[in-house]
């Protein structure tokens, strides 16, 4: 029986569990996969090992962590430096990330996309800001603390904290902040929200499973937007080849996942 997990903090809200248990049950292969509170980033590589892992998914805080606890990180992994899988290869932490293709199979819809606001500069905010500059947008990026901008200061895309941030027009706002996760708070204040708000074509929020106060404000305003929802199962699907090694094609996948967000 191969054992798969979750990490995070907080991690009871996730639904990779209940995605990747139903493609094991469907197509009767022996493994289960279970969360793990996990508090200290630092700990995830000997937390993975001491459970016997085949492979584990990473969300909020831990995926810088998860870069660095793993031996080899493959492919667009690697440029972004934030990894939400891992799989275990002949005993070696293998890295991955696949939010990035994941969020933009959820945006696939929007069109005449040009130039992005990521509100947020944290893991996820790394690997979208990155996939986004590699398909040629025009990024910005706004973030409450100046601290984790400088990250971003070579990449091309222009950086803002609350303290000097002036509302131009988006084609889309991105929240990927975890505001709105446990509280009911917007990803920046309030002013500021209604400003960006107005001056957007589309909006989307990372988190999934209930309705944020950025999710309400775009809904209040007749802004067209996407839920962490399709990004999860998008990135759930690629997450799952990669635990499976590919035996089974996207379809499938897609169609075991799927059944868990219809109650
Ligand atoms: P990190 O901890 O790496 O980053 C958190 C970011 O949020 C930081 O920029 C932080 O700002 C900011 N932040 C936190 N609280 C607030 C607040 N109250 N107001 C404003 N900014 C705030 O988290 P991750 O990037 O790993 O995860 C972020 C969110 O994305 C989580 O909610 C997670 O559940 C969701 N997610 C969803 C996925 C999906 O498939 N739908 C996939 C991946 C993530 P500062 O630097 O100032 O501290």
């Given at each position: 029986?191969?054992?798969?997990?979750?990490?995070?903090?907080?991690?009871?809200?996730?639904?990779?569990?209940?995605?990747?248990?139903?493609?094991?049950?469907?197509?009767?292969?022996?493994?289960?996969?279970?969360?793990?509170?996990?508090?200290?980033?630092?700990?995830?590589?000997?937390?993975?090992?001491?459970?016997?892992?085949?492979?584990?998914?990473?969300?909020?805080?831990?995926?810088?962590?998860?870069?660095?606890?793993?031996?080899?990180?493959?492919?667009?992994?690697?440029?972004?430096?934030?990894?939400?899988?891992?799989?275990?290869?002949?005993?070696?932490?293998?890295?991955?990330?696949?939010?990035?293709?994941?969020?933009?199979?959820?945006?696939?819809?929007?069109?005449?996309?040009?130039?992005?606001?990521?509100?947020?500069?944290?893991?996820?905010?790394?690997a979208l800001v990155q996939k986004f500059l590699d398909e040629g947008f025009d990024v910005s990026i706004l973030n409450r603390s100046e601290k984790r901008l400088s990250f971003f200061e070579q990449s091309g895309a222009k950086t803002y904290s609350w303290d000097n941030f002036k509302a131009d027009?988006?084609?889309?706002?991105?929240?990927?902040?975890?505001?709105?996760?446990?509280?009911?708070?917007?990803?920046?204040?309030?002013?500021?929200?209604?400003?960006?708000?107005?001056?957007?074509?589309?909006?989307?929020?990372?988190?999934?499973?209930?309705?944020?106060?950025?999710?309400?404000?775009?809904?209040?305003?007749?802004?067209?937007?996407?839920?962490?929802?399709?990004?999860?199962?998008?990135?759930?699907?690629?997450?799952?080849?990669?635990?499976?090694?590919?035996?089974?094609?996207?379809?499938?996948?897609?169609?075991?996942?799927?059944?868990?967000?219809?109650?």
């Amino acid at each position: 029986m191969k054992l798969f997990a979750i990490f995070g903090n907080p991690v009871a809200h996730s639904k990779s569990p209940l995605m990747h248990n139903a493609v094991f049950k469907a197509l009767g292969i022996k493994a289960c996969y279970t969360r793990v509170l996990l508090k200290d980033g630092a700990k995830l590589r000997d937390t993975f090992l001491k459970l016997n892992l085949s492979g584990a998914n990473i969300t909020v805080p831990h995926k810088e962590a998860a870069f660095k606890a793993c031996d080899e990180v493959r492919g667009f992994a690697k440029k972004a430096g934030v990894v939400n899988t891992i799989v275990k290869e002949d005993n070696k932490l293998i890295g991955y990330n696949t939010d990035a293709d994941g969020f933009l199979y959820s945006i696939k819809d929007f069109k005449d996309i040009k130039n992005i606001l990521v509100i947020g500069a944290g893991g996820t905010a790394k690997a979208l800001v990155q996939k986004f500059l590699d398909e040629g947008f025009d990024v910005s990026i706004l973030n409450r603390s100046e601290k984790r901008l400088s990250f971003f200061e070579q990449s091309g895309a222009k950086t803002y904290s609350w303290d000097n941030f002036k509302a131009d027009s988006f084609d889309l706002a991105v929240n990927t902040t975890s505001a709105g996760l446990e509280d009911e708070s917007l990803p920046v204040p309030d002013d500021m929200a209604d400003k960006i708000i107005s001056n957007i074509k589309y909006g989307a929020d990372v988190i999934y499973g209930k309705k944020t106060p950025f999710v309400k404000l775009l809904e209040k305003n007749d802004i067209p937007y996407k839920d962490g929802s399709d990004m999860l199962l998008a990135q759930g699907v690629l997450a799952n080849h990669l635990f499976l090694g590919k035996r089974y094609d996207t379809q499938t996948i897609q169609k075991y996942m799927e059944k868990v967000f219809r109650y």
